[in-house]
């Protein structure tokens, strides 16, 4: 069974760090894009980041610009979130998921992807 796995999510204040990781099982998706996602309680899923299979390609949300930084460990193929200045508003439901086509270049449509995780949850405090 393919699983994707989040963790690292929790309570921090305003300001704060935290450090999201993703670890697939039944298949590493090395050859896949990777992105995250966020729900924020009745709001769509929105984008966050995203990182193509090699790594060079990185994209990110405008609201997380300069403040988030996706990466992916070849040799461990986990895909990470590491979250700076964390704010209230980026109080949400955090998802890994996987792209749906090999060398697919990773894109911010959540259909692009077909393996999500069951997602870890991030609140920020004021």
């Known amino acids: 069974q393919v699983q994707l796995e989040e963790s690292g999510g929790g309570l921090v204040q305003a300001g704060g760090s935290l450090r999201l990781s993703c670890a697939p099982s039944?298949?590493?998706?090395?050859?896949?894009?990777m992105g995250w996602f966020r729900q924020a309680p009745g709001k769509e899923r929105e984008f966050v980041a995203a990182?193509?299979?090699?790594?060079?390609?990185?994209y990110y949300a405008d609201s997380v610009k300069g403040r988030f930084t996706i990466s992916r460990d070849m040799a461990k193929y986990t895909v990470h979130l590491q979250m700076n200045s964390l704010k209230p508003e980026d109080t949400a439901v955090y998802y890994c998921?996987?792209?749906?086509?090999?060398?697919?270049?990773?894109?911010?449509?959540?259909?692009?992807?077909?393996?999500w995780g069951q997602g870890t949850q991030v609140t920020v405090s004021s």
């Open positions: 990182i193509s299979w090699s790594g060079g390609r990185i």
């Open positions: 039944g298949r590493t998706f090395s050859r896949n894009a």
């Open positions: 998921a996987a792209h749906g086509v090999v060398y697919g270049t990773p894109g911010r449509k959540a259909d692009e992807y077909d393996y």
